[in-house]
């Protein structure tokens, strides 16, 4: 397989180093991407080089995943306005081991296989690294012009705030990272974005000077929506990896809210589906687009991948509890935090329980709190069959709001219409 021509139909390769196609070819290759500890989880602007790691060992080479316990310490300035904060070695080792867990989901470790993943992390061989051995072992092969020509560091230089010797130093700290996984495992390639392309240049640098050796290099587009706005964020923060950060629920739903533009490169970047197929898909979605095609099945593929198929099942179902109303057995089957993911946005009214525990007609209780702006509005609307609870249809003005349509105890789903829902919690 040419990893080269499979990322390249994807639209998953930007700046390349001549001859890393040849060396692919050629033979088994081991090439690794690092990752910086600034959190506990992966988040979804790190899936583009997880899965280059994918794609490396589908193709047969062998993939290095390098978690930065040093460099987490420094923090990478590429194309960052402000100086990272400095994490403390608790906070490091913490988002180490959840950034370890997370990999080994996704990568192969089977030691019997000859391209079996493995993990490295470069406090490994910089804590026996002295201050005074780096710079005369190291820092004499790189000059200073060499790295102020790097346009993450000339950019930084020409902004208001400057950069600091500590995160001037983080480029030939990487930089020896591939230096140190040349010699001791010898690792050819290094990818990752291209805003890396600079701090990976220095690596295949030092090792032509300082070990007479030839290694290789690319990098991938940073990913970008087409409207302009950041890749990866929502009003709510990033899209994390972790169920606990990001419900497996909102993480369907991220992928489901795709653009149409967006959904097309999307389709070919985050998921593994072939090139006949994802053209396919691609004519179908543009002859029918109300329908999505493309954006259900990102968002399956993706939730799949990432969580379980069940948990894509749950989303699916999720999703349709808002828009269906033969949902009611759904909604009573919902824990009180998946009943929360799926209410995420609607508008909540909390109320005693002891008002509950007294009950009150439900002509009433809308009014009361709001939920229509006076009695006759809501009488009108019940009586018309536009008012549910729980999914339920409301039958009769007689209705009784009451403790026995507690979800969880807690909250009763009131819906005004088609569309707007308010979810009543009890304190």
Not at 5 to 27: I, S
Not at 44 to 67: D, F, R, S
């Amino acid at each position: 397989m040419n990893l080269i021509e499979e990322l390249r139909w994807r639209g998953m390769v930007q700046d390349m180093m001549p001859g890393t196609e040849e060396q692919l070819l050629k033979e088994m290759t081991t090439a690794y991407v690092g990752f910086d500890p600034t959190a506990d989880s992966l988040h979804i602007g790190h899936l583009v080089p997880v899965l280059l790691l994918v794609h490396l060992q589908k193709a047969g080479h062998k993939p290095l995943a390098l978690v930065g316990g040093a460099t987490g310490m420094v923090g990478d300035p590429s194309f960052k306005a402000d100086e990272r904060k400095m994490l403390d070695l608790d906070t490091i080792q913490r988002n180490l081991d959840g950034m370890k867990a997370q990999l080994q989901r996704f990568l192969d470790f089977d030691t019997t296989k000859p391209n079996a993943a493995e993990m490295v992390n470069n406090i490994d061989w910089f804590r026996n690294i002295s201050f005074l051995d780096f710079i005369r072992e190291t820092g004499k092969h790189i000059t200073v012009n060499y790295m102020m020509s790097k346009d993450s560091v000339r950019k930084r230089l020409e902004g208001d705030n400057g950069m600091s010797f500590t995160e001037f130093t983080y480029q030939l700290i990487q930089g020896y990272d591939f230096f140190h996984l040349y010699t001791a495992k010898n690792c050819k390639l290094q990818m990752g974005g291209s805003d890396q392309w600079g701090n990976i240049v220095t690596g295949t640098e030092l090792i032509r000077r300082k070990a007479g050796g030839e290694a290789f290099a690319f990098t991938c587009p940073l990913i970008k929506k087409a409207d302009g706005t950041k890749f990866g964020k929502t009003e709510a923060g990033a899209v994390w990896l972790d169920p606990k950060r990001t419900s497996p629920y909102a993480f369907y739903q991220f992928w489901l809210n795709t653009s149409d533009i967006d959904a097309e490169s999307y389709i070919k970047i985050f998921t593994f589906l072939e090139e006949t197929t994802i053209s396919e898909l691609i004519t179908q979605h543009r002859a029918a687009p109300e329908q999505r095609l493309l954006q259900k099945r990102l968002a399956k593929e993706l939730t799949c991948f990432i969580h379980s198929e069940k948990d894509y099942e749950f989303a699916v179902k999720a999703s349709e509890l808002l828009f269906r109303n033969d949902t009611a057995e759904v909604l009573q089957s919902l824990t009180e935090a998946q009943l929360l993911d799926v209410m995420e946005g609607v508008p909540q009214v909390e109320i005693s329980m002891s008002e509950l525990e007294t009950g009150k007609d439900v002509v009433s209780f809308l009014a009361e709190h709001g939920i229509f702006p006076s009695k006759s509005e809501a009488r009108k609307n019940v009586q018309g069959g536009g008012v549910s609870i729980n999914k339920n249809k409301v039958g009769s003005i007689e209705q009784l709001v009451d403790t026995s349509l507690l979800l969880n105890g807690k909250y009763i789903l009131f819906q005004k219409g088609k569309k707007n829902y308010y979810l009543v919690k009890t304190i």
